[in-house]
């Protein structure tokens, strides 16, 4: 059964940093493009980056580019995000979310859209103080 968990989430002041991980099991993470969304209080889920099973093609949301970074370490069944310069507009609940393949140049609109990912975790809250 495939399982995503997001940890790492907690309470930043502005301008800070944060590392969020997602483990996952059940899956060889290998086959799988890795992705994050967030979800702030009354908006839509935002597709903010994703990542190739290889590593070697990254892609980011214009609201994240230039302070967030995606990687993954396929060995520990792990993907993260490394967020700075956190913003409070960043508040939100970030989720780990998984598609089978090994797309080589994911992108817009295939990494921000939601319905292309059909495994998720439950989320991991990330609030920033100003």
């Known amino acids: 059964q495939v399982q995503l968990v997001e940890s790492g989430g907690g309470s930043v002041m502005a301008g800070g940093s944060l590392r969020l991980s997602c483990t996952t099991s059940?899956?060889?993470?290998?086959?799988?493009?890795m992705a994050w969304f967030r979800q702030a209080p009354g908006k839509d889920r935002e597709g903010i980056s994703c990542i190739t099973w290889n590593s070697l093609t990254t892609w980011y949301s214009n609201s994240v580019k230039g302070r967030f970074t995606i990687s993954r370490d396929n060995s520990r069944n792990t993907v993260y995000l490394d967020m700075v310069n956190l913003k409070p507009d960043d508040a939100a609940m970030y989720f780990c979310a998984a598609d089978r393949g090994k797309r080589l140049y994911p992108g817009s609109p295939y990494c921000a859209g939601q319905l292309n990912f059909p495994y998720w975790g439950p989320g991991a809250l990330v609030t920033v103080t100003s």
């Open positions: 059940g899956l060889n993470i290998d086959d799988y493009v």
